[in-house]
Nanobody
Protein backbone atom coordinates (compact mmCIF):
# COMPACT_ATOMS: atom_id res chain seq x y z
CA UNK A 1 0.00 0.00 0.00
CA UNK A 2 1.33 3.40 -0.97
CA UNK A 3 0.90 6.26 1.46
CA UNK A 4 1.65 9.89 0.66
CA UNK A 5 2.04 12.59 3.29
CA UNK A 6 2.18 16.26 2.34
CA UNK A 7 3.52 19.06 4.50
CA UNK A 8 4.74 22.63 4.21
CA UNK A 9 1.52 24.51 3.71
CA UNK A 10 0.69 27.66 5.59
CA UNK A 11 -0.45 31.27 5.52
CA UNK A 12 1.80 33.67 3.61
CA UNK A 13 1.56 37.06 1.96
CA UNK A 14 1.49 37.71 -1.75
CA UNK A 15 4.99 37.56 -3.18
CA UNK A 16 6.24 35.11 -0.55
CA UNK A 17 7.52 31.59 -1.12
CA UNK A 18 6.63 28.17 0.26
CA UNK A 19 8.00 24.69 -0.30
CA UNK A 20 5.63 21.77 -0.12
CA UNK A 21 6.90 18.28 0.57
CA UNK A 22 5.41 14.91 -0.25
CA UNK A 23 6.93 11.82 1.32
CA UNK A 24 6.00 8.33 0.17
CA UNK A 25 5.98 4.97 1.87
CA UNK A 26 5.35 1.65 0.18
CA UNK A 27 6.78 2.65 -3.20
CA UNK A 28 9.73 4.61 -4.50
CA UNK A 29 9.05 7.88 -6.29
CA UNK A 30 11.92 7.28 -8.68
CA UNK A 31 9.86 4.63 -10.49
CA UNK A 32 6.59 6.59 -10.39
CA UNK A 33 5.03 9.60 -12.05
CA UNK A 34 4.16 12.11 -9.36
CA UNK A 35 2.13 15.26 -9.51
CA UNK A 36 0.82 18.15 -7.50
CA UNK A 37 -2.79 19.24 -7.76
CA UNK A 38 -4.76 21.94 -6.01
CA UNK A 39 -8.36 22.61 -5.15
CA UNK A 40 -9.67 26.04 -4.27
CA UNK A 41 -12.90 26.41 -2.27
CA UNK A 42 -15.92 25.66 -4.44
CA UNK A 43 -13.78 24.71 -7.44
CA UNK A 44 -12.62 21.51 -9.08
CA UNK A 45 -9.24 20.03 -8.35
CA UNK A 46 -6.72 21.15 -10.94
CA UNK A 47 -3.34 19.99 -12.16
CA UNK A 48 -0.34 22.03 -11.02
CA UNK A 49 2.82 20.14 -11.96
CA UNK A 50 4.18 16.66 -12.51
CA UNK A 51 7.55 14.96 -12.52
CA UNK A 52 7.81 11.73 -14.45
CA UNK A 53 9.94 8.78 -13.45
CA UNK A 54 12.40 9.97 -16.11
CA UNK A 55 12.69 13.36 -14.46
CA UNK A 56 10.75 15.23 -17.12
CA UNK A 57 8.59 17.96 -15.61
CA UNK A 58 5.37 19.52 -16.84
CA UNK A 59 3.60 22.58 -15.42
CA UNK A 60 0.23 24.22 -15.66
CA UNK A 61 0.43 27.54 -17.48
CA UNK A 62 -0.75 29.37 -14.37
CA UNK A 63 2.37 28.38 -12.40
CA UNK A 64 5.07 28.26 -15.08
CA UNK A 65 8.08 30.30 -14.09
CA UNK A 66 6.95 30.51 -10.45
CA UNK A 67 6.69 26.90 -9.26
CA UNK A 68 9.29 24.15 -9.50
CA UNK A 69 8.68 20.46 -8.92
CA UNK A 70 11.62 18.31 -7.91
CA UNK A 71 12.41 14.91 -6.48
CA UNK A 72 14.91 13.61 -3.95
CA UNK A 73 15.29 9.88 -4.53
CA UNK A 74 17.37 9.39 -1.39
CA UNK A 75 14.56 10.80 0.75
CA UNK A 76 11.79 9.37 -1.42
CA UNK A 77 10.26 12.80 -1.52
CA UNK A 78 8.82 15.15 -4.11
CA UNK A 79 8.79 18.90 -3.56
CA UNK A 80 6.91 21.86 -4.94
CA UNK A 81 8.81 25.12 -4.58
CA UNK A 82 6.35 27.96 -4.94
CA UNK A 83 7.68 31.46 -5.48
CA UNK A 84 5.96 34.78 -6.11
CA UNK A 85 2.77 33.45 -4.60
CA UNK A 86 -0.52 35.12 -5.49
CA UNK A 87 -3.87 35.13 -3.70
CA UNK A 88 -5.26 32.98 -6.50
CA UNK A 89 -2.79 30.25 -5.51
CA UNK A 90 -4.82 29.74 -2.33
CA UNK A 91 -6.00 26.12 -2.26
CA UNK A 92 -5.53 22.73 -0.72
CA UNK A 93 -2.55 21.15 -2.44
CA UNK A 94 -2.47 17.42 -3.03
CA UNK A 95 0.34 15.10 -3.98
CA UNK A 96 -0.52 12.11 -6.16
CA UNK A 97 1.43 9.33 -7.82
CA UNK A 98 0.94 6.60 -10.39
CA UNK A 99 2.95 3.95 -12.19
CA UNK A 100 1.91 4.80 -15.74
CA UNK A 101 2.62 8.05 -17.56
CA UNK A 102 -0.97 8.18 -18.74
CA UNK A 103 -4.27 7.57 -17.03
CA UNK A 104 -5.49 8.40 -13.57
CA UNK A 105 -3.36 8.85 -10.50
CA UNK A 106 -3.57 5.83 -8.23
CA UNK A 107 -2.55 7.23 -4.87
CA UNK A 108 -3.30 10.55 -3.20
CA UNK A 109 -2.18 12.36 -0.08
CA UNK A 110 -4.48 14.07 2.38
CA UNK A 111 -3.63 17.58 1.22
CA UNK A 112 -2.02 20.63 2.76
CA UNK A 113 -3.60 24.08 2.92
CA UNK A 114 -1.88 27.04 1.29
CA UNK A 115 -3.37 30.47 1.92
CA UNK A 116 -1.96 33.57 0.27
CA UNK A 117 -3.16 36.92 1.57
CA UNK A 118 -3.10 40.09 -0.50
Amino acid sequence: QVQLVESGGGLVQAGDSLRLSCVASGRTFSSMNTGWFRQAPGKERKFVATIRWSGITVYADSVKGRFTISRDNAKNAVYLQMNSLKPEDTAVYYCATKESESGKYDYWGQGTQVTVSS
